[in-house]
């Protein structure tokens, strides 16, 4: 009878350490800043039936250049989400209109809501002719 074990089990294959490139990287904070600013946003737009058909890619957009600066200027990372939220305004603003209107003066023109601090952490909408804080952003939908 031959012997089927003449192959030295010492198969490299076998041997192999598990590559670190095989690990799923760790969510850094600008990541897990990326992503809650897109969760905010994306509820506010939600909670705002905003129609445009493309405003997702916006805030991809939006998204992708903001990962650029924090990446220059980690220390920005808090504002993260009230700047995603003012770029997602301006590019609705000249593809959709003013958004968010605000919900708080009955009487009037129609205005938008704006982001208060412009940058820093912890980002309101704010109407600035009744003076009041409206919601936190990604909060738009709990009025
Ligand atoms: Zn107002």
Redesign the pocket.
């Known amino acids: 009878m031959a012997s089927s074990d003449s192959t030295p089990d010492d198969d490299p294959i076998d041997e192999r350490v598990d590559d670190p490139r095989d690990e799923p990287a760790p969510i850094s904070p600008l990541e897990r800043a990326l992503h809650a600013a897109r969760a905010l946003v994306l509820a506010d737009l939600a909670a705002r039936e905003v129609v445009a058909a493309d405003v997702v890619s916006m805030m991809e957009e939006s998204i992708v250049q903001r990962r650029w600066w924090v990446e220059q200027w980690p220390e920005g990372v808090e504002y993260v989400a009230g700047l995603v939220a003012q770029d997602v305004q301006d590019a609705l603003l000249e593809a959709y209109g003013r958004w968010p209107l ?1 919900p ?2 009955a009487s009037g023109d129609p ?1 938008a ?1 704006e982001v208060e601090p412009e940058l820093g952490p912890d980002p309101h909408w704010v ?1 600035h ?2 003076g009041v804080k409206v919601a936190a952003v990604g909060n738009l939908g709990s009025l």
Request: charged fraction near 0%.
């Open positions: 605000c708080v003066c205005h809501l109407c002719q009744a």
